[in-house]
């Protein structure tokens, strides 16, 4: 699937993906998807479409263990995001949620908002024109959760194989 | 072989020796959640299960926005006590017990050597009592409630060694914002950050706690300070189990020690729209705002507060700035009233909230207006985080905030406390 680059900075954080006044309501979906990055990038829910990657600096995702900083990501449709590195906490709700999350720098430094891209997970490349970046592939476990569609449903098989 | 803290805390739950860099699979001691316990019960029951695994690990407080300030929040709270009341969980802190990890720390869940999951990113907070506890997400305590079990990568230790003694009017937010701000907000992402050197021992663990909760805007995975006579003084009339002390051995291997002369610190502040921007006090003395907050888990502490009412006593906050008083749980809230600090921050102006998390999360309780600064003494100054996103906060200590109020400008506490 190809999609566009949205481009951020360094240490884009929990409350500007999804602010702390929308954390304690469930929400579907969708409606956590139109407040997406509200706080950082106000046209960004408006504007995405499936298939479009984030692309930003280092610790992305820092801050509160909030999860819809993830769920909404992923509600609207984001394809990847790919940063130079994670706050450890983004990275587990990430991948427990199924939202890919590629750590390659070299990836950041090229990208620049627009540029089209296409993600070649097994191959462990990301794709834009001419230019393509290897990220290194993600651990088995990781693998494995995010094939079965996040942790929960991860988690069903691995209660069900118990009984 | 010689190992740190961490090593030696997941060696014991993998019935292995391990090193930093491995993933063991462990069986925690406790599970702490709070408001968001009506997502994880979303998530569980997508499991399709009847019961949870360890009804008596879960410890459960509701804080964030208590007593519910809206329908939505009020239904979050319902679910959350039905679920509670059908797994009989034993361990349930309703809204009027404060801030969660003030709470569970005063219950004592948070024992040296206990392996502790929260679905919240402080809940490194519980290091400074020599547990090993580290934030998760609402989808992941859900399956811990399932399964009981959780994979953890060994995290390398950043140590940090404190010598020297504190300067009147400096405290442990002053240190650890110093901390932050000369190393950055990843520094120690994934990793243990480690307390130690011959002045950790002179902090209180109110104090520990501070510096512990912060530890989360490093980066960091869990914190740590060595137990010593003080933990074991808190922990004689409380610890509600057995545990086992865990310490470093003294040639463990690091990541990386760093060093910090206490006595070199001056009151610090963290301006504007990150924790690591931070600079001292006297770089931004002047500068007006327009609410001030004392309290929240990371300084709402008995010794906080009566920092806060040593330098309010007897005067009256500026009438230009609206000065928010959040004790940390109601154990403090009751020890402050006997002392007759309530009143002394009431005589001031202050508006005294009940214990909970109150603004700090931007959802209640003293909400910011475009073009709004905020000091406080709680732990994030993200854009948008306490109200508009056209706001400002910032951080600092409790005397640092309490000065500043009474002036109506950001003012360094030294000339109060000399």
Request: charged share 25%; net charge neutral; glycine share 10%.
């Amino acid at each position: 699937m190809k999609g566009k680059v949205w481009k951020y900075g360094d240490n884009v954080n929990t409350d500007v993906i999804f602010p702390g006044r929308h954390t304690y309501a469930l929400m579907k979906p969708e409606e956590m998807a139109s407040h997406a990055l509200e706080d950082l990038d106000p046209g960004f829910a408006k504007n995405v479409k499936p298939g479009d990657v984030i692309v930003a600096g280092k610790n992305f995702g820092c801050g509160s263990s909030r999860e819809q900083a993830a769920a909404c990501l992923r509600a609207a449709g984001v394809q990847a995001v790919i940063a130079k590195s994670f706050a450890r906490i983004y990275f587990r709700n990430a991948i427990n949620l199924g939202l890919p999350v590629l750590q390659c720098p070299e990836a950041v430094e090229a990208l620049r908002a627009g540029d089209e891209v296409e993600i070649d997970f097994a191959g462990g490349k990301i794709i834009s024109g001419e230019r393509i970046f290897a990220f290194p592939p993600l651990p088995d476990s990781v693998v494995g959760i995010l094939e079965a569609g996040g942790l929960i449903e991860w988690t069903r098989k691995k209660l069900g194989a118990l009984k | 072989m010689a190992r740190t803290f961490s090593e030696k805390v997941l060696s014991r739950k993998a019935g292995r020796p391990v090193r930093a860099g491995e993933v063991v699979t462990v069986v925690p001691d406790y599970y702490l959640s709070h408001d968001n316990s009506s997502a994880i019960i979303g998530e569980f029951k997508k499991l399709g299960l009847d019961r949870v695994a360890a009804p008596w690990k879960i410890v459960i407080v509701l804080d964030h926005i208590v007593p519910a300030s809206e329908e939505k929040y009020a239904l979050n709270h319902k679910i959350v006590r039905e679920f509670v009341s059908e797994q009989a969980i034993p361990n349930f802190f309703d809204i009027e017990f404060g801030v969660c990890h003030q709470v569970f720390s005063e219950a004592s869940f948070a024992l040296p050597g206990k392996v502790i999951m929260g679905s919240d990113s402080h809940t490194t907070t519980y290091g400074a009592f020599g547990a090993f506890s580290a934030g998760i997400g609402r989808t992941e305590m859900a399956s811990l409630w399932a399964t009981d079990e959780i994979w953890l990568r060994v995290p390398e230790t950043l140590r940090i060694e404190l010598v020297g003694g504190l300067g009147a009017g400096v405290f442990a937010k002053d240190v650890i914002l110093k901390i932050i701000g000369d190393n950055g907000a990843d520094r120690a992402n994934y990793r243990t950050v480690e307390f130690g050197g011959p002045a950790a021992s002179n902090f209180s663990l109110a104090s520990r706690m501070v510096m512990a909760n912060m530890a989360a805007e490093m980066g960091a995975k869990n914190a740590s300070f060595e137990p010593d006579e003080k933990t074991l003084a808190w922990l004689r009339t409380r610890a509600r189990d057995a545990y086992e002390i865990v310490a470093s051995d003294p040639d463990a291997a690091y990541e990386a020690v760093l060093s910090y002369d206490l006595s070199k610190i001056e009151p610090q502040i963290a301006c504007p729209h990150t924790v690591d921007n931070v600079k001292p006090v006297s770089a931004v003395d002047g500068l007006r705002f327009n609410q001030a907050l004392i309290g929240t888990c990371t300084n709402g502490r008995l010794e906080d507060l009566e920092i806060a009412a040593g330098i309010l006593k007897g005067k009256r906050v500026n009438s230009r700035v609206r000065t928010l008083v959040l004790p940390a749980s109601r154990e403090v809230y009751l020890e402050a009233l006997k002392e007759g600090l309530i009143q002394t921050f009431v005589e001031a102006g202050c508006v005294v909230l009940n214990p909970g998390c109150g603004p700090c999360l931007g959802a209640h309780e003293g909400i910011l207006a475009g073009g709004e600064v905020v000091v406080g003494t709680s732990n994030r100054n993200f854009r948008g985080r306490m109200g508009s996103r056209d706001s400002e906060i910032y951080l600092a200590s409790p005397a640092t905030v309490a000065a500043s109020a009474l002036e109506g400008v950001i003012t360094d506490p030294r000339k109060f406390l000399r």
